[in-house]
């Protein structure tokens, strides 16, 4: 069975020196586009991983310190890997959990601005492993039924992870899958964006899993001490906690999306802020009417008077009886 692909899917494997996400390197790439009209296009690159590689990580992949000595470094075609995938999905055998964010640790390290926003995912190891619950080796032989050869080589194994995609397809096609809640559905359909969400339950925020999207789209811590509570939340109560996260040793992405929610919630301070903020200066000046509690003092109101309050009164007609009143009192 063909793809169905509105845009082109990147299937990508790595080999690594290990599987520490933060410490660990690119030792090889293979890359595996297709695009909507069936093409294919492959990109494998050798990489010098600038540090020691541990002999049973060689022993696993086969490749060891001088078969890499004069490959170049993930920094130098950094922007040729961001090129060749372009806007693709991105899909491979564990990758949402592994590939997916040792490859965004690389490509932050070079300093290059590879971008996951509006992608799909398509893992299928978890379509495997929730329908089966076996091994890329086995699912090879088990979907296509055929032995792997070279396994662990990474052309062989993105090409595998291919064909084993395009035989799930036509093997769960109209097959009914229940969740944990008992609710049912037919999952496994050719269409990248049903196979994302089929192959993304956890919801994770930064596919190392340390965040992951509960059911209202926030995010939630699934590690430590906060485990299952909001990350806005635990920025309210306890802020220091992004300090520590950012100043240890997690994965550099998953760092970006920390800051990312850090960003957004300190936006969100700030306009609520602004929003009770009082104004610094009033229209008109304060009276005793725009202060209902103020106790008023009734005697001094009514019998002292402000001098330039007073009302003048318009003096009279002189009377004779005034000017005789006036001669007595002076002498006049």
């Not at 096609?173 to 049903?194: S, T």
Request: proline share 6%.
């Amino acid at each position: 069975m063909n793809l169905k692909l509105k845009r082109p899917l990147a299937f990508f494997d790595l080999e690594t020196t290990g599987v520490n996400i933060s410490a660990d390197r690119i030792v090889e790439i293979s890359i595996l586009k297709i695009s909507p009209e069936g093409e294919e296009a492959v990109r494998t690159l050798k990489i010098n991983p600038e540090i020691p590689i541990p002999l049973e990580s060689s022993m696993f992949h086969g490749i060891y310190d001088d078969d890499i000595k004069e490959a170049p470094t993930f920094k130098a075609v950094a922007e040729e890997l961001a090129s060749f995938i372009g806007d693709a999905d991105l899909a491979g055998y564990n990758s949402n959990k592994f590939d997916i964010p040792m490859l965004m640790e690389e490509f932050i390290r070079a300093g290059v601005d590879f971008s996951l926003d509006g992608r799909h995912f398509v893992d299928v190891q978890n379509i495997f492993h929730q329908m089966e619950q076996r091994t890329l080796k086995a699912a090879y032989r088990f979907y296509c039924g055929k032995d792997l050869d070279n396994a662990h080589s990474a052309e062989h194994d993105v090409r595998a992870t291919y064909e084993v995609l395009k035989s799930q397809l036509d093997r769960y096609e109209n097959m009914e899958w229940e969740d944990k809640l008992g609710n049912k559905c037919v999952p496994v359909i050719n269409d990248v964006e049903a196979l994302h969400q089929f192959t993304n339950l956890s919801r994770p925020v930064d596919f190392a899993g340390r965040m992951v999207f509960n059911e209202q789209g926030e995010e939630i811590f699934n590690f430590g001490k906060h485990k299952g509570r909001a990350v806005e939340e635990v920025f309210t109560i306890e802020p220091s906690y992004y300090s520590w996260m950012m100043q240890g040793d997690f994965p550099l992405y998953t760092k970006k999306c920390l800051d990312k929610v850090w960003q957004r919630f300190r936006s969100k301070q700030k306009e609520q802020r602004q929003t009770q903020k009082e104004p610094s200066v009033r229209d008109t000046p304060p009276t005793a009417s725009s202060h209902p509690n103020r106790e008023r003092r009734p005697d001094k109101d009514k019998h002292h008077h402000h001098p330039q309050s007073r009302t003048k009164q318009k003096p009279g007609p002189i009377t004779d009886d005034m000017l005789k009143n006036l001669q007595a009192k002076f002498g006049k």
